[in-house]
């Protein structure tokens, strides 16, 4: 039977969220920072640790079938692989930032400027989309540095909470990209049988985090209004209580629209409202 080989981040931002979602998928790996592959047990798969850099193209010459890596890096490496799945984590924003003192209206303003990145392939798209021309210098790190050391006059850096840019005296000032953590896989393998069950998995770890498991109790007077409150996977399953003309009503609710649900909940007459945390959904 064919092993699959998915290439994941060795170390840094996204090792961990990439790591704990492989895991949440059941499978079972030693997460070994000194090793280069590490076997799954219990599904034909073998991880490859590597820098993030590197992960696109090792999908595109099928030298892995999948990968996790930041949609920043895919565009900046400009290979040709099959977009999967979204992930949610590793969210950021790809930005142009200007000294504080800049006074800078418009895009056109960075005509004839110079701008340091670690991302000339994406910003040089951006400015040629936008009919502006500057000088792009392409370093390998520390770009928040440059327009301080007189080396740019603005960069073009991720950005997640925008406090590297503060620190440095920079105001954001367009935004070029924004970006996530994605599955990408070698063009074709999105057919595969053993990519499909990954995805799969993948897909039901991730329905699972966006919603919660819900228990509460109402009286039956008031079972009609809870029920309207909420959009279960299906309807909710509904459970006599030992005490006379209550129910107890199990659901699973979006996370995204908790908090005023909950309180709509108890208006309508729930009590002793239970949240958990759902491992998986598979439909
Ligand atoms: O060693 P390797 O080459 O594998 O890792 P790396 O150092 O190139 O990348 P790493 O681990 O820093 O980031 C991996 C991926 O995480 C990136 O490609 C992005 O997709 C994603 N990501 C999310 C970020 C950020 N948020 C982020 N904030 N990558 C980098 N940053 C940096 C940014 O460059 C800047 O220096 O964080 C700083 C800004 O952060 P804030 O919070 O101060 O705005
Ligand atoms: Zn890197």
Redesign the pocket.
């Known amino acids: 039977m064919k092993t699959l080989k998915i290439a994941i981040?060795?170390?840094?931002?996204?090792n961990e969220k990439s790591v704990e979602l492989l895991k949440n998928c059941g499978l079972s790996f030693e997460n070994y920072k000194s090793s280069l592959i590490s076997p799954v047990s219990n599904f034909p798969l073998e991880i490859l640790f590597l820098?993030?850099?590197d992960i696109p193209e090792y999908v595109q010459d099928g030298i892995a079938d999948l990968g996790i890596v930041?949609e920043?890096?895919i565009q900046e490496t400009e290979v040709e692989v099959s977009y999967l799945q979204r992930l949610g984590f590793?969210?950021?924003s790809l930005k142009i930032a200007v000294p504080n003192n800049d006074d800078i209206q418009s895009l056109a303003g960075l005509n004839g400027k110079s701008i340091a990145t670690t991302y000339p392939v994406i910003l040089g798209k951006f400015l040629k989309e936008n009919g502006i021309q500057s000088d792009i210098r392409t370093i390998s790190g520390s770009v928040?540095i440059s327009p301080g050391l007189g080396l740019a006059d603005a960069i073009c850096?991720?950005?997640?909470?925008?406090?590297?840019?503060k620190s440095n005296g920079l105001k954001p000032f367009a935004d070029v990209m924004s970006?996530e953590?994605v599955l990408i896989g070698r063009k074709g393998s999105e057919t595969e049988d053993l990519v499909l069950e990954l995805i799969q998995r993948i897909q039901s770890v991730l329905r699972a985090k966006e919603t919660k498991y819900v228990v509460l109790n109402v009286h039956r007077d008031n079972l009609a209004a809870i029920i309207a409150l909420l959009p279960g996977v299906k309807s909710p399953s509904v459970v006599p209580l030992a005490e006379e003309n209550w129910v107890a009503v199990h659901t699973v609710i979006p996370e995204r629209d908790f908090w005023d649900r909950i309180s709509q909940l108890k208006q309508a007459g729930a009590q002793g409202i239970v949240v958990m945390p759902i491992e998986k959904i598979i439909l």
């Open positions: 981040q060795k170390s840094g931002r996204l820098r993030d850099d930041g920043n890096v590793g969210k950021c928040e850096d991720l950005v997640s909470t925008g406090g590297t840019l970006s953590a």
